[in-house]
C-alpha cells in the first residue's frame, strides 16, 4: 500500500520552529517530486515548497521563503520541511504530495493525512 505519513505538527509559539516530516511506505520516493501544501480553515490549500526527486531543485512560496527550508533524504524515503521563524499566518494543516518527475502545481497523486500547525502565543 503506498503511504505518505506527515509528522512533526504541534503548537509553537510566534518565532519558533519546527520541523515536519513526510515518510513514505510501499514506494520509494526516488523519482518523485514531493510538495508541501498547507490548507487554513476558510482558506483554498495553497503551495508551500517542493523539492525535485534529486534534492537539486527547489522552489518555495513567497510568503515562506527565507524561513522555511525543504530537504530529502532518500536513504530514509523521507522529506522534511524545517520551518523557522514561525508566523500565526502559517497556522494551518500541511500535507505532503508525491508526483512523479518534475515539481509543478499539479498532477500530485499521493497525499499524506496531514499534520496540524498552530503558531500562537
Known amino acids: 500500500q503506498l503511504q505518505l505519513v506527515e509528522s512533526g505538527g504541534g503548537l509553537v509559539q510566534p518565532g519558533g520552529s519546527l520541523r515536519l516530516s513526510c515518510a513514505a511506505s510501499?514506494?520509494?520516493?526516488?523519482?518523485?517530486?514531493i510538495g508541501w501544501f498547507r490548507q487554513a480553515p476558510g482558506k483554498e490549500r495553497e503551495g508551500v515548497s517542493c523539492?525535485?526527486?534529486?534534492?537539486?531543485?527547489?522552489n518555495y512560496a513567497d510568503s515562506v521563503k527565507g524561513r522555511f527550508t525543504i530537504s530529502r533524504d532518500n536513504a530514509r524515503n523521507t522529506v522534511y520541511l524545517q520551518m523557522n521563524s514561525l508566523k500565526p499566518e502559517d497556522t494551518a494543516v500541511y500535507y505532503c504530495?508525491?508526483?512523479?518527475?518534475?515539481?509543478?502545481?499539479?498532477?500530485?497523486?499521493?497525499w499524506g493525512q496531514g499534520t496540524q500547525v498552530t503558531v500562537s502565543s
Open positions: 504530495a508525491a508526483r512523479y518527475g518534475s515539481c509543478r502545481s499539479n498532477g500530485y497523486r499521493h
Open positions: 510501499g514506494f520509494t520516493l526516488d523519482y518523485y517530486a
Open positions: 523539492i525535485s526527486s534529486s534534492g537539486g531543485s527547489t
